[in-house]
């Protein structure tokens, strides 16, 4: 795998938390996962880091000062940049039983409460970094796609310009439209 390969499937997740404590658990526990782990300390600083760069996941811990967990996500969910981005809500066991509806309400994918088991948790977040690939494998696929079809119409309206010119050189346009579908079946079949 090239290192460019490599790079481009790093998928960063995004630790947000006012609690040095648990950033370092968060730490702790998806540390195996070997992705790039960021951290935010408020939901500004979250919603700051999601500007300046794309993530797989956000682990968001509801009660934090100023701006908390809901109003982070009800943020994260209002930008085109970064409204796909999966929420999976942290909260203490003490929280209000209506924080795991309005949790889901605000647009998170999952929500779990503290004191969390790092296996489950782990496991979570691995479906969202696979999922993450997946859409970027699509990405990149569209693109090719995308960038054929126009290389494609490009020798179409070369083709259209020179019948349109008059009296073309048959053996030449014939030799186009066998390089044309060449390019479009991938191969020089009839």
Known sequence: MSTE???DQRANI????DME????????????????????RSGEEAMKALLRQRFAVVLLDI???GMD?????????????TKDVPIIFLTGTDADAGYAFR?????????LTKPFDPWVLRAKVTVFLDLHRK???????????RAHGAQVNARLDALEKQLAEGSPDLAE???QVRDLRVLVTGNGAV
Do not use: C, H, W
């Open 21 to 40: 404590d648990n950033l370092i658990a968060l730490e702790a526990v998806l540390g195996s996962l070997n992705e790039p782990l960021v951290r935010a």
């Open 5 to 7: 390969a490599s790079t």
């Open 14 to 17: 995004l630790l947000v938390d």
């Open 135 to 145: 859409n970027r494998q699509l990405e990149r696929m569209l693109a090719r796609q």
């Open 103 to 111: 949790g889901y309400a605000t647009g998170a994918a999952d929500y």
């Open 63 to 65: 009660r934090m000062p």
């Open 173 to 175: 346009l014939r030799t």
């Open 69 to 81: 967990g809901f109003e982070t996500a009800a943020n994260i969910k209002r930008l085109d940049q």
